[in-house]
C-alpha cells in the first residue's frame, strides 16, 4: 500500500484544514486508518484513528472536538478536519494504516504497517 498525504499548508490560529491521505495498492476497506504527528524536536504523537470497521474511533486529548477523521472507502481516501488551530498544532501529520491493528492499539504507532510521506501544518500568526 502508497500512502499520499496532502492539504497542509499555513493559517492563523483558529483556521482550519482538511489533511486527504490517499491510498492504492489496496483497499482501505477493513484497514484501521491513523494520523500521527510530529514537532520539531519532539516525538510522533498520535493524534486520530479509526478502527477496521469505522465505527471505533479515537482521538488525543489535544485534539478533541476540533479534529475529525473519516474516510472515504469508494475513494480508498482518509481525512482529518482540523479546526480551531492552535500555534501547538504545528507538526509534520502523518497518515497510517494497519490491516491488522487491533481497537485497544488505534493509537499505538508501531501497530500501522503503511505510512504516507507527511505534510506539514504551520499555524502562525
Known amino acids: 500500500v502508497q500512502l499520499q498525504a496532502s492539504g497542509g499548508g499555513v493559517v492563523q490560529p483558529g483556521e482550519s484544514l482538511r489533511l486527504s491521505c490517499a491510498a492504492s495498492g489496496r483497499t482501505l476497506r477493513g484497514v484501521a486508518l491513523a494520523w500521527f504527528r510530529q514537532a520539531p524536536g519532539k516525538e510522533r504523537e498520535f493524534v486520530a484513528a479509526s478502527s477496521r470497521t469505522g465505527d471505533g474511533i479515537r482521538y488525543s486529548d489535544s485534539v478533541k472536538g476540533r479534529f475529525t477523521i473519516s474516510r472515504d472507502n469508494a475513494k480508498n481516501t482518509m481525512f482529518l478536519q482540523l479546526n480551531n488551530l492552535k500555534p501547538e498544532d504545528t507538526a509534520v501529520y502523518y497518515c497510517?494504516?494497519?490491516?491488522?491493528?487491533?481497537?485497544?492499539?488505534?493509537?499505538?504507532?508501531?501497530?500501522?504497517?503503511?505510512w504516507g510521506q507527511g505534510t506539514l501544518v504551520t499555524v502562525s500568526s
Open positions: 497510517a494504516a494497519g490491516p491488522s491493528v487491533i481497537t485497544s492499539s488505534l493509537s499505538n504507532k508501531d501497530a500501522y504497517y503503511y
